[in-house]
């Protein structure tokens, strides 16, 4: 039997993206139903790492987003707690800073250059000779070639983020519901009247299509398929451990790795620890479409660059090693917007890996969107009938 | 064949775990927690709950359930988190 059910808003994708589109739009007074066909904040949100990062991001839109996002990470937190209490709104938060290390004479010049240029873009970031970095971390490897301290970089727990963001959500007359699956819209003369999930169909004004990864599937299934697809990564977990590292910790060429549109798998060295003392060692890529399986040889190069910039690991026990999908766009931009095809729908995903980080902002725009607001940031670059995003409806 | 731990000489059977050897001795606890410094020695006792780690020849948070002893193992009490040595 199919039940009646309504909503000003139905977010499909109750992951970190997902939850700040929400928070956004039941700030501004909407009634929003949140669903998401597995569990809330279970997907990449809880493959990845936490990183709210400025450091990797080269000027652009990419970055306007990010320098907004964290700026209003800290206030959204700050505002989850006053409404919710501390329990809920702890996300552990860790203002610590990126370190970036180019452990090669020849990875010097190319990470200058970007210092330079995010410099006057107005990020904070110091250029640190050897003896310096080695004070900042007393583990790192004795070959420096150049160091960049990024003090605005950032960390939280994505999972408790998403969530405390859904709590927020709930509080509001809002409602999150886990194990329901989005099938397709509902369209009147064009626009969106509602959208069948599960067994029966809500009927809503709006549709916003935050699946992360699986952003290409819902859009097939809604009729209008954006190009976002999934791009594979791993982590290894240390067992817990003294201090070893402060901040977040990684080699030049992460900056590269990320920006490359290579299929073939890409490793870069990415060292943090974590509040309960492990350490976490990324970064990988690699597109293999969804395929899960392990596979040892992507495991043991994390492992052997990460040895590289902190020889100490060498020794250190790996308890567990966990892996997700970003959801990737062919110029590695997210899409933030109102789909073209059919009024009412809207997208909001191909954030990659970045997707922690630029949540807040993209919630916000998403919001200043669909209110007609000034925009936090300028939308034009992540719409979604840009050539590279726009996938032909296929008969 | 003979163990150290904490410095005292053990006797120990070809075969035997690390923790096998500890409770034979009657040691019921080799680790304390990272945080309040609490006692822990074998908990789940199949090598999945990581309870029961114990420093063995400078290299912590071993499984004492899962190592089979070695003639001359220097096996210590661990405190907390602690790296290779």
Redesign the interface.
């Known amino acids: 039997m199919s039940r009646i059910e309504t909503a000003d808003v139905v977010v499909i994708g109750a992951g970190i993206i997902g939850a700040a589109c929400a928070e956004a739009l039941s700030a501004s007074g909407m009634r929003v139903l949140v669903v998401d066909r597995g569990a809330p904040a279970g997907g990449t949100t809880a493959g990845g790492e936490g990183n709210v990062l400025l450091s990797d991001k080269a000027p652009g839109p990419e970055l306007d987003l990010a320098v907004a996002s964290r700026r209003l990470w800290p206030e959204l937190i700050e505002s989850l707690r006053a409404e919710l209490g501390d329990e809920i709104a702890r996300v552990e938060w860790e203002p610590k800073g990126g370190l970036v290390v180019a452990t090669e004479n020849d990875a010097r010049g190319p990470l200058a250059i970007l210092a330079e240029a995010q410099r006057r873009a107005g990020v904070q970031a110091t250029a640190v000779d050897a003896a310096t970095a080695r004070e900042m971390e007393p583990h790192l490897t004795e070959h420096v070639a150049a160091a960049v301290h990024y003090p605005e970089d950032a960390q939280l727990q994505p999972v408790l983020a998403a969530t405390a963001m859904l709590a927020a959500v709930r509080s509001r007359g809002g409602d999150v519901r886990g194990w329901s699956e989005a099938h397709g819209l509902v369209v009147v003369n064009g626009k969106v009247a509602g959208v069948r999930v599960g067994e029966g169909t809500i009927a809503c004004g709006a549709v916003v299509n935050a699946c992360g990864p699986w952003a290409g599937h819902f859009g097939a299934a809604a009729g209008a398929p954006v190009e976002v697809l999934p791009r594979r990564g791993m982590v290894l977990v240390t ?4 201090h ?1 590292v402060s901040r977040k910790v990684y080699a030049a060429d992460y900056v590269a790795a990320v920006a490359s549109s290579d299929v073939d798998l890409q490793v870069s060295a990415v060292v943090e620890s974590t509040a309960t ?1 492990t350490v976490l060692i990324g970064s990988s890529r690699q597109r293999v479409g969804f395929d899960e399986a392990l596979q040892v040889e992507v495991l043991r190069r994390l492992a052997r660059s990460a040895v590289k910039l902190f020889p ?1 690991l060498a ?3 790996v ?1 567990r090693a966990y892996g997700g999908f970003r959801p990737y766009t062919p110029d590695h931009l997210p899409v933030i917007g109102e789909d073209p095809r059919f009024r009412g729908l809207w997208h909001a995903s191909g954030h990659e890996g970045a997707g922690i980080g630029l949540a807040p902002a993209t919630g916000r725009l998403l919001a200043d969107l669909m209110y007609g607001r000034a925009p936090v940031v300028d939308p034009t670059r992540f719409r979604v009938d840009r050539p590279a995003v726009i996938a032909e409806v296929r008969t | 064949m003979r163990v150290l731990f904490d410095g005292e000489e053990f006797e120990a059977e070809e075969g035997q775990t690390v923790a096998g050897v500890l409770l034979a001795k009657g040691v019921r606890s080799w680790r304390t927690t990272r945080g309040a410094g609490r006692p822990r020695g074998l908990f789940c006792g199949i090598g999945v709950c990581f309870d029961c780690l114990v420093n063995v020849n400078g290299v912590p948070d071993v499984r004492a359930c899962q190592r089979v002893v070695a003639d001359g193992d220097d096996i210590r009490t661990q405190t907390g988190a602690e790296l290779p040595s």
């Open positions: 067992a817990p451990l003294p070893v003392g100490v020794g250190v026990p308890m």
